[in-house]
């Protein structure tokens, strides 16, 4: 079998790392490749990719959304979002999915955290904050506050929310009175890649809150280590990378993926790469 995930650029992702080590472990046939394809090249590739017979396919950078013109079914989850990160095919056919939201609940859910009647902040609102916070739409949660460099795309991300039947409100991306208050903080934008810092301070921040950072390279940004500082629990964004590739297992060959095994994988590339 043949699976692989399609975007561009495609050579740093850690997917290869973490699915091929799934295989391996529970001895599964199968090979995933890194496929580089341009938005423009979209049509023709995944025709190309269904003739060489994938079975199934990661959607990433830049292509989420794109690539929705092209599938012959969406699933209501995915299209509540406007983008698709799982492909199956079937028959032929090629069915897109959304694990990303999802696969954030599931790494919180694995740590034991339980969303019932939370307050969560999200800063940001590109498609990392979107994904999430339409999974967060449908559990019971007290409140998602949305803060964007951008408000009209707070906005427009409330508006999702709220049709999913979630409460949710935006502003503009500064401190203020929910620093206190927020009991799951989630930083979605790419800022703290390059090590630099963060734009918003965490001082004064409910030391009970759970704060994470979808960054995983490098493990521990500024933003983190400061939740970290100020006595917050933290995680970054590797068990939402594990999670979300383990509910693609799910949908491509219907089994529980070897989460342990696919994070040892992971930690091993990520020492590795330094
Ligand atoms: P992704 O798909 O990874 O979520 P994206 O859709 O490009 O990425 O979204 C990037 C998010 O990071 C946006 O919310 C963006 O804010 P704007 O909507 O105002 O552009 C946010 N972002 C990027 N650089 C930022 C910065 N220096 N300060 C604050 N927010 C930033």
Redesign the pocket.
Known sequence: MKYGIIGYPVEHSLSPVMHEAGFRELGIDAQYHRIPLHPTELAEGLAFLLELGYSGINVT?PL?EAVLPFLDKVNPQASEIGAVNTIKVVDGGLQGYNTDGDGFVQALKEQGYDFTGRKVVI????????SIAASLAHLPIKEILIL???EE?ARILVELVHSLGGQASGEA?ISGDWLKKVDLLIQ????GMRGESY?LSLQGINPSAWVID?IYHPPLTKFLAEAESLGCRTMNGLDMLIWQGALAWKIWLDREAPVAQMRRALLDNYIKRG
């Open positions: 950078y989420k800063l940001g609102a590109g498609g990392s904050a979107k964007n460099r951008t795309k991306f979605t934008t790419s800022v734009p979808l």
